[in-house]
């Protein structure tokens, strides 16, 4: 019954159409062999339905926050790389960032790491930099601090809702257990901008490449 309705082309009417009025079947009997998993939205294979994609909402299979001191340097870097690289890897992944201090809160990107990672081909000028909070315990998956003493501001904020099992350093996946930071450039000249950009993508590429290898 189900499969006949959805068959129907949109211009065929019916008394039984499903339509934006009309409530979804409360019951499909597609087995659940056809349906498939992609980039954490549901698809169905199966030989007499097409485009029913457009009814299962689409969601983030995974929400990442990066994190560094003013949000405005570092993190704004990771998080425009990570989603450029997570888009081309075809991964449906949220990608955001905060800063733990509240220096810079509401202001865009530095101009230089506008400007390192435009030269990469990456637009991060619509960031604005927020605060980390805790909640973003709840609202993220994972959690990568630039710096170990980020990871102590976030300690110092989270007090005992800080939770570990989120939390590592960015560097940690390109050399685990290392505990390595991203210097912080926001003092220096644009060389260290440079620095800073081919390491966390460096890193981000390890991220994506252990995302494809789990796929
Ligand atoms: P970021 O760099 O943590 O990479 O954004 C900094 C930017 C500003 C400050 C510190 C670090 N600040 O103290 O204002």
Known sequence: MFHKEIQRRPNQTS????????????????PKS???????????????????????????????????LGNICRSP????ILQDKAAKAGLRWSIESAGTNGFHIGEAP???SQKVALQH????SRQRARLFVTADFDSYDKIYAMAEEVVDEMKWIAKNKFNPGKVDLLMNELYPGKNKDVPDPWY??????HEVYDM????????????????
Do not use: W
Request: aromatic share 4%; glycine share 6%; with cysteine.
């Open 15 to 30: 008394q039984n159409q499903p339509s934006q009025n009309s409530p979804a079947p409360a019951k499909s009997d597609i």
């Open 200 to 215: 966390i993508d460096a890193a981000c590429d390890k991220i994506i490449e252990k995302a494809a290898a789990k796929k």
């Open 188 to 193: 220096g000249p644009e060389p260290g901008y």
């Open 77 to 80: 870097l990771a998080e425009g």
């Open 110 to 112: 530095h101009r230089l």
């Open 121 to 124: 081909g990456i637009d991060i």
């Open 34 to 68: 056809d349906i498939s998993k992609f980039s954490g939205a549901s698809q169905i294979r199966h030989p007499k339905i097409r485009n029913l994609k457009i009814l299962f909402p689409t969601f983030a299979a995974m929400k990442i926050l990066m994190v560094c």
